[in-house]
Each structure stands twice: as structure tokens, then as C-alpha cells.
């Protein structure tokens, strides 16, 4: 408990020390429900491939933010025959100049796993915005926990850009994960075969509260490499916002 709490206090310390001192400003409550053909992280399939749901809420008061997302696993072997995970989140964004920086920590939850599944991340992410495009930037950073075998840093780039007079909007991701490895066989679970590279490329269709979306997902994960399912697919989902 002691390394979640350090986790979720530098998310907050990162630029959360200025936006926290700010008005707070009108509370804004969000649900959402989503459907997805699988549950794809970082390139790798969280439900080994089947078709996941999920649910979340996010809190937003001004400049902090608290969000609950829980997502169906289906006895996923790569988190301990896990049926859900929890990822509980608290973020606070400053702006610097151009750019809105946010810090956020987040725990990673999962209900019905053998041993112990359950893990913290941190970390922080620069945005910059000009008419319809935003390029984003960052990091997500796991100290040394049993449950990851080791740590783990992830390193990310992406951009978004709606086209104008439709409601598309293109995007696309690339992300480095590395880290030292205590343990190979835990360790997997977040970078099988040790590091590796990961990219996304989708569109979205958003008309009122639904938001359909598109996706192409790959990595560089040798074929040989330990436990998960990686390889390039397509994946689709449609997300209902309250």
C-alpha cells in the first residue's frame, strides 16, 4: 500500500501542486458505457482476444479530476484467470504556456485472480493543441512491484485531428515500454518479451452520445515471445456517453 500511495501523491505533485491551489469550478459527473471487440492495452489483449464491456465515471472539478473504469477480463490467464480489472484514477492539469500538462496516478484492481494481480502507475502528459489537431506527449512509470515483476516505463507520442464539417476525427499512437525485470514470468504480463514498441492508428464517428471507433493495433513483440495475445488486428468499439 505504501508504493500506491507514493504513486498517486506524485501524480498529484507533478503539476497538480498549482492546479490544486486553484477554484475548483463547477463539478461536472460523466458516465459512460462501452463495448469493444476485446480490451487492447498498449497492444496487448487484456481479454485474450474476446469481446470486452466496460463502465466508467469520471468526476471533473476544474482543474482535478477523479475517474472509475471497470472492464470485463473473462478468467483472462494473463492476469491470473482475473473477471474484471478496477482502474481507479486522480489527475490534475496545469497550463504551461502552449502546452496542458497533466498528472495522474492510477490502480489497477482485479477481482477474482489468483496471487497477487494488483498494481500502481504514475506519470505525466504535455498536450498542445492548434485549430483541429492535438499532439500529445508522455510517460506512465510502475516502481518495482511484485505483481509487475520489476518496473515498468512506458514512453508515448500521439496526435488526433478532427476533419472539418464531418464528424471523423483520425488518430494515432506510438509507445515504448521498458523497465527492469525481477521477475521474467511477471513481468510479461506488461512487456512480453521484455521491451517493445506498440502503434494504433483509428478513426472516430461521434454523433450525439455515441461514439463509434475503428482501430488498427500492432507491436513489435517477437512471435516467440512469452505469454499474451499481440499480434496486429483490428479492433472495434462503440461507446455510449450519459
Known amino acids: 500500500m505504501r508504493q500506491l500511495s507514493i504513486v498517486l501523491l506524485a501524480a498529484l505533485l507533478l503539476p497538480g501542486t498549482a492546479a490544486a491551489a486553484q477554484s475548483l469550478g463547477p463539478v461536472a459527473l460523466r458516465p459512460a458505457f462501452e463495448i469493444a471487440t476485446e480490451e487492447n492495452r498498449r497492444g496487448v489483449s487484456w481479454s485474450e482476444g474476446r469481446a470486452a464491456i466496460s463502465a466508467d465515471l469520471a468526476l471533473e472539478a476544474g482543474a482535478l479530476g477523479a475517474t472509475a473504469r471497470l472492464v470485463s477480463l473473462r478468467d483472462a490467464g494473463l492476469h491470473g484467470g482475473a473477471d474484471t480489472v478496477l482502474d481507479l ?39 498542445y493543441t492548434l485549430g483541429p489537431v ?9 516502481p518495482e512491484q511484485s505483481a ?23 488518430y494515432g499512437h506510438v509507445g515504448r515500454s521498458t523497465g527492469d525485470v525481477d521477475d521474467v514470468v511477471r513481468a510479461d504480463r506488461l512487456r512480453p518479451g521484455g521491451r517493445y514498441i506498440d502503434w494504433r492508428v483509428g478513426i472516430d464517428h461521434v454523433t450525439g452520445p455515441l461514439a463509434v471507433s475503428l482501430e488498427y493495433v500492432g507491436t513489435d513483440i517477437p512471435e516467440v515471445a512469452a505469454r499474451g495475445d499481440h499480434d496486429d488486428r483490428l479492433i472495434a468499439r462503440a461507446r455510449f456517453s450519459f
Do not use: C, W
Request: net charge negative; no cysteine.
Open 148 to 170: 509487475i515483476g520489476g518496473s515498468n516505463l512506458y514512453l508515448f507520442a500521439g496526435a488526433d485531428a478532427g476533419i472539418p464539417a464531418t464528424p471523423l476525427t483520425l
Open 134 to 142: 492535438r499532439a500529445t506527449a508522455g510517460g506512465m512509470y510502475a
Open 89 to 127: 484514477g486522480l489527475s490534475a492539469t496545469q497550463d504551461v504556456g502552449p502546452f496542458a500538462l497533466t498528472g495522474q496516478g492510477i490502480v489497477h484492481l482485479f477481482t477474482g485472480a489468483f496471487g497477487k494481480q494488483d498494481y500502481a502507475e504514475a506519470g505525466i502528459t504535455a498536450a
